[in-house]
């Protein structure tokens, strides 16, 4: 439909404000992380020719990398008003990469895993699982994996046709993935493991596809896994 000429100007203002509190957002979350380490390779500045030095471009100026994070708005306040229905009061909102970093570096029983190099925390949710890769105290890389517990749970009430809540239960009792050390022992277990294979096998690929991706763009080599 037509729009008015006041409509029209206030559009490129709500755009550039749009944009401004993006930039805000990225900066006060990267600073709130505790900062990123610089990219192994320098970065280059998109629009600007690189200088050429002895028939070879010279190296592109060094920049910065910034991890950002986004949730819905919807999803923030159910958050904050999940602990007001407890007596609580949120002081505020920690994206997961911050948080992961602190949790390593405050629990005692994580020792060894601080001291053998960069460590990939690996949590699998009920929708989602968050792949978080730290070095020397601070978020290096971080992903989220649009699949979870619930699709396993899925799957099972699929092969078994039970209820979610039926196959959640069973889940828990009686998820298995054999291996060649521990295969299935029956035509039953086979049938829990193939159940069961059929979504956690893209999970893996998934997550061997997300390491090696960080150690190219971060040079990381994982030295610990904390699932």
């Given at each position: ?61 060094e ?19 999940l ?10 909102l ?44 601070k ?89």
């Open positions: 439909p037509p729009t008015s000429d006041s409509q029209q100007r206030r559009r490129p203002r709500l755009a550039l404000l749009a944009a401004a509190l993006a930039v805000a957002v990225a900066i006060g979350l990267a600073m709130a992380i505790g900062g990123l380490p610089p990219a192994k390779a320098p970065t280059r500045v998109e629009g600007k020719a690189p200088a050429i030095t002895g028939g070879r471009a010279a190296a592109a100026p920049g910065m990398r910034v991890l950002t994070c986004t949730m819905r708005r919807t999803r923030a306040k159910e958050l904050i008003d602990v007001a229905a407890q007596g609580g009061e949120a002081r505020g920690l994206a997961a990469p911050g948080v992961y970093a602190r949790l390593l570096d405050r629990v005692p029983s994580l020792t060894e895993a601080r001291t053998a190099g960069p460590v990939a925390v690996v949590d699998i949710g009920h929708e989602r699982t968050e792949v978080v890769v730290i070095h020397q105290g978020t290096a890389y971080a992903r989220t994996l649009a699949r979870g517990g619930k699709h396993l749970t899925q799957a099972i009430a699929r092969t078994w046709r039970l209820s979610f809540e039926e196959a959640e239960r069973a889940k828990h009792t009686d998820g298995f993935i054999g291996s060649s050390a521990e295969p299935p022992a029956t035509e039953a277990w086979q049938r829990v493991h193939d159940a069961s294979l059929l979504e956690m096998a893209p999970l893996a690929r998934e997550l061997r596809q997300t390491m090696a991706t960080c150690r190219a763009r971060t040079g990381a080599q994982i030295g610990a896994l904390l699932m």
